[in-house]
């Protein structure tokens, strides 16, 4: 298995093409040669090759997981009012509004994931409450204590226009409460936590397994949660590429713009990758095609 990883990731090293994220300074400014990529089992096993110990932000990729954390918070009921589950067929910084109810279309946009980020713990909680439940929850899934990155925190937080935008058109609708600034800044530091792909490859194997984490052996959700977010990833964790990602790869799936993926078989394996160019999609180029090769390879298209 290690070989055969080794194998793919050389396969695909000469691919240059793609461009590093240029809307955050600090992941412009990225080394772009990283490459890494990591498969757990339910049965807990990690195979990893490259560059599988390279710490980069998880940005999108905190999505799927800050969304089974809010609807373990509050459940499901109350985050099916605020945030949608249909693919947008637009980019994750468009605002993608349903049209009776101004939810965002579903978690995996930017405006969506915000407001998945503001629901965190309660009602009454501020900022740090949230920030600290999502690195809490992540660092169980991960089965390790992780951290935020401030560097890269910071430098998207100098630029977040955009992000404070969609927010403030959530605010008008009542789509989101409280003080917008300081939701845009939790979800910031979300979207900053450092993983690895062995660390996004085994809290997709936590998904795998229907919610118990299968390194310590916890439970961390029930199945029912870990069902929907594999399904509300399916749908929509690639955005306006996710049907041509489902019907070519057939994994679902949620990437992040510092480049890396996370992809999850249910009662199967997680998997991690690492490449910071991306695609015009804003999905990770090499990351992309590696993903192609272990479903081809493997077997492990859904359908
Ligand atoms: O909010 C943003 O724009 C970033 N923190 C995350 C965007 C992202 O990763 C999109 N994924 N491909």
Redesign the pocket.
Known sequence: MPDYLDEVLDSLRDDTSGAN?D??PELAEADPEPFGMALTTTLGRTYAAGDADTEF?I?????PFAYAAAIIDRGLDRVLDVVGVEPSGEA??ELSLEGETHRPKNPMI?AG??TTHSLLVGAEAGQDERVDRALAFFSRLAGRDLRVDERVCAS?LAS?H??LALAYMLRTYGILDGDVPAVVEG??RQ??ILVSVRDLSVMAATLATGGIQPVTGERIMEPAVARHVMAVMAAAGM?DAAGDWLTRVGIPA?????GGIVGVLPDRVGIGTFSPR?DS???SQRGRRAFERLSRDMGMHLF
């Open positions: 994220a809307y955050i932000s940005q999108s990729i905190s999505k994750f910084n930017n994931a915000i998207e977040a955009r992000n979800y910031t979207c900053s955005y949620k990437s992040g713009v510092a991306l999609h804003g999905n």
